[in-house]
């Protein structure tokens, strides 16, 4: 049985074409209008879906200005705190019903990470079709019993996350009525080293989990993502922007639209190399199988002649008899006249043993 969710009636996981997220986060700037153009950006670079994060800075942390709360080394955010950042960062509540309604108007599935309750609440009454559990999150597992509650599917990263820390979530998800979910690999560094992504997790997460994996990127470029695909991501999640020169807490490790369109394009066309187990000759094929060896013989020959490996030989083109027979007709007559060039084949070998 295939592991699969369904979002909006469309089948994703192991076998189903790639749910591709274009993540817009804090690239609108607080323009509602960039906003608009982020979700037709994506629409035209190719995504499934748009995905918002539904915070407010008092929901996802406190106003303090002490040790605790500045953002230490390590990050693009060093130095600031985080109240602030988040406050630069949200996507205003009042927006996202709007948002959804263009986003769905474009055929475009638009949900979001909900980081308390009121913001379950409120996306319930947005009535989006799936939520994601960010992996900051995954260890907020009061927040886990929350939105499996709704039913909804979740996608849910786990960056940082230890197996037993995984395995904790998805338990508290399922014993909380969740039936569908999705697991992302994912590196939260911010932009993430490829060599720190560990893409091989993908197939152990599956079979640890029994769910669909994907991938949840924050690596500059479009290699690690296609890579994700090849080694069975089922779900790709990119933060998409219109400009990296457009200021903003999440634009440096973002993809530009003409980015994420030959993203897009490369993992359709990574879909299709992947195809199924086969060892059977393709249509493409069928033209190159004249390029095979067989047996042909290289010398002309007289009815009686007798077969050697001078004047019977292994050659291109593939018209012959299958190499394999080569010491089994050595030695053998020739039934007729032949001429330098003819394939072999049985009807020329003489059934006489004179």
Same mark, same amino acid.
């Given at each position: 049985?295939?592991?699969?969710?369904?979002?909006?009636?469309?089948?994703?996981?192991?076998?189903?074409?790639?749910?591709?997220?274009?993540?817009?986060?804090?690239?609108?700037?607080?323009?509602?209008?960039?906003? !608009?153009? #982020? #979700?037709?950006?994506?629409?035209? /670079?190719?995504?499934?879906?748009?995905?918002?994060?539904?915070?407010?800075?008092?929901?996802?942390?406190?106003?303090?200005?002490?040790?605790?709360?500045?953002?230490?080394?390590?990050?693009?955010?060093?130095?600031?705190?985080?109240? %602030?950042?988040?406050?630069?960062?949200?996507?205003?509540?009042?927006?996202? $019903?709007?948002?959804?309604?263009?986003?769905? %108007?474009?055929?475009?599935?638009?949900?979001?990470?909900?980081?308390?309750?009121?913001? !379950?609440?409120?996306?319930?009454?947005?009535?989006?079709?799936?939520?994601?559990?960010?992996?900051?999150?995954?260890?907020?597992? $009061?927040?886990?019993?929350?939105? /499996?509650?709704?039913?909804?599917?979740?996608?849910?990263?786990?960056?940082?996350?230890?197996?037993?820390?995984?395995?904790?979530?998805?338990?508290?998800?399922?014993?909380?009525?969740?039936?569908?979910?999705?697991?992302?690999?994912?590196?939260?560094?911010?932009?993430?080293? $490829?060599?720190?992504?560990?893409?091989?997790?993908?197939?152990?997460?599956?079979?640890?989990?029994?769910?669909?994996?994907?991938?949840?990127?924050?690596?500059?470029?479009?290699? !690690?993502?296609? /890579?994700?695909?090849?080694?069975?991501?089922?779900?790709?999640?990119?933060?998409?922007?219109?400009?990296?020169?457009?200021?903003?807490?999440?634009?440096?490790?973002?993809?530009?639209?003409?980015?994420?369109?030959?993203?897009?394009?490369?993992?359709?066309?990574?879909?299709?190399?992947?195809?199924?187990?086969?060892?059977?000759?393709?249509?493409?094929?069928? /033209?190159?199988?004249?390029?095979?060896?067989?047996?042909? !013989?290289?010398?002309?020959?007289?009815?009686?002649?007798?077969?050697?490996?001078?004047?019977?030989?292994?050659?291109?083109?593939?018209?012959?008899?299958?190499?394999?027979?080569?010491?089994?007709?050595? %030695?053998?007559?020739?039934?007729?006249?032949?001429?330098?060039?003819?394939?072999?084949?049985?009807?020329?070998?003489?059934?006489?043993?004179?």
């Amino acid at each position: 049985m295939r592991k699969k969710i369904n979002i909006q009636l469309r089948d994703i996981g192991e076998g189903f074409p790639v749910y591709i997220i274009a993540e817009m986060s804090a690239n609108h700037g607080k323009d509602f209008e960039q906003a !608009v153009k #982020i #979700i037709r950006a994506a629409r035209e /670079a190719g995504a499934d879906a748009i995905k918002l994060q539904t915070y407010t800075p008092d929901t996802i942390t406190i106003d303090c200005d002490n040790e605790y709360f500045q953002i230490g080394k390590g990050t693009i955010w060093e130095g600031r705190n985080l109240y %602030n950042l988040y406050k630069e960062a949200y996507t205003p509540w009042e927006w996202q $019903p709007k948002l959804k309604g263009i986003a769905n %108007n474009l055929g475009l599935d638009l949900f979001s990470t909900p980081f308390d309750n009121t913001a !379950v609440d409120f996306l319930e009454r947005m009535d989006i079709p799936a939520y994601k559990i960010a992996s900051f999150e995954l260890v907020d597992l $009061p927040l886990i019993r929350r939105v /499996a509650r709704t039913g909804k599917p979740m996608i849910m990263s786990t960056g940082m996350a230890t197996l037993a820390e995984i395995d904790l979530a998805v338990q508290t998800a399922r014993e909380a009525g969740s039936t569908q979910i999705v697991l992302l690999k994912c590196t939260s560094a911010y932009p993430a080293p $490829p060599e720190e992504m560990n893409l091989r997790t993908i197939a152990h997460l599956s079979d640890a989990f029994l769910t669909p994996v994907g991938l949840s990127d924050h690596t500059l470029g479009i290699a !690690v993502p296609i /890579a994700g695909v090849a080694l069975g991501a089922c779900i790709i999640e990119k933060h998409f922007t219109l400009s990296r020169s457009i200021p903003g807490p999440d634009s440096a490790f973002s993809l530009e639209p003409q980015e994420f369109k030959a993203m897009v394009q490369a993992i359709r066309l990574a879909e299709k190399a992947i195809g199924e187990v086969c060892y059977s000759v393709t249509e493409g094929e069928m /033209a190159s199988w004249v390029f095979r060896r067989s047996l042909f !013989v290289v010398e002309d020959m007289k009815a009686g002649d007798i077969l050697n490996e001078k004047n019977v030989r292994s050659i291109r083109p593939g018209y012959g008899l299958n190499t394999k027979y080569l010491n089994d007709i050595i %030695n053998k007559k020739i039934s007729k006249h032949v001429k330098r060039g003819t394939p072999l084949s049985w009807d020329l070998i003489s059934k006489s043993s004179d």
